[in-house]
């Protein structure tokens, strides 16, 4: 079956690392994703990591994927207060021969003085 | 500027009473879709559209029509409310089916349904 999972809520300090984690179940998936979403606002691509990779780093941004696990993070170095919003895990699956995207949740990032 | 836009935002309604979210991109896209979004479950995609006059249901199509009679258009129409559609609405679109990752969101429209 088709299912992604993340915790509801992350707070960190501002200045530390968060980490935001992501669990899916469909083994075929070629594409995972991090979206983020900014209050009152639609969902922005943030970045993305191919199956056969296992970490995708851009600036502050590190993507760890766990094929194994089906297990994907995504670390924010140094948060601050403007990354604070809700973040969607998503994967990209055949269904139907046309590609589907799976929305986990998402994770409500709260970033404290 | 490249932007999908939607209207209304915000919409209070009462039950059976039929509404039309529009949406409208201007990037000559062909791949267009809706979406919901409720606390603790994510997006769900309602309708997508492959190009103009092609329609297919998505995950959550119960309650919902939508038309692609133009290609920089996508209303979703309601004909019939109920309070269980009370929820947070997005359009999206991008180039193709293939590249839904890179689809462009509209700012969603707010829906309480009464």
């Known amino acids: 079956g088709e299912d992604v999972e993340q915790s509801l809520f992350l707070s960190v300090r501002e200045g530390d690392s968060s980490v935001i984690n992501c669990t899916y179940t469909?083994?075929?998936?070629?594409?995972l994703y991090w979206y983020k979403q900014e209050p009152g606002a639609g969902l922005q691509l943030l970045t993305y990591?191919?199956?056969?990779?296992d970490m995708k780093q851009d600036q502050r941004l590190t993507v760890l994927l766990n094929k194994k696990d089906k297990h994907l993070s995504l670390r924010i170095a140094d948060t601050q207060t403007g990354d604070s919003a809700i973040y969607f895990c998503a994967e990209r699956v055949l269904s139907g021969g046309y590609n589907k995207l799976i929305f986990g949740a998402g994770t409500r990032l709260a970033v404290h003085p | 500027e490249a932007q999908v836009t939607q209207n209304p935002r915000y919409l209070i309604t009462v039950t059976g009473k039929k509404l039309t979210v529009t949406c409208s991109q201007n990037?000559?896209?062909?791949?267009m879709s809706w979406y919901r979004q409720d606390p603790g479950l994510g997006l769900r995609q309602i309708y997508y559209s492959m190009n103009v006059e092609v329609t297919d249901k998505g995950d959550v199509p119960e309650g919902y029509k939508v038309s692609r009679k133009e290609k920089r258009n996508f209303p979703l129409i309601l004909e019939s409310p109920s309070p269980n559609q009370t929820s947070l609405y997005f359009c999206?679109?991008?180039?193709?089916?293939?590249?839904?990752?890179?689809?462009?969101f509209g700012p969603g429209t707010r829906l309480l349904v009464l």
């Open positions: 469909d083994s075929s998936s070629t594409y």
């Open positions: 999206a679109s991008s180039w193709g089916g293939w590249s839904q990752e890179t689809q462009y």
């Open positions: 990037m000559n896209h062909e791949y």
């Open positions: 990591i191919f199956s056969n990779m």
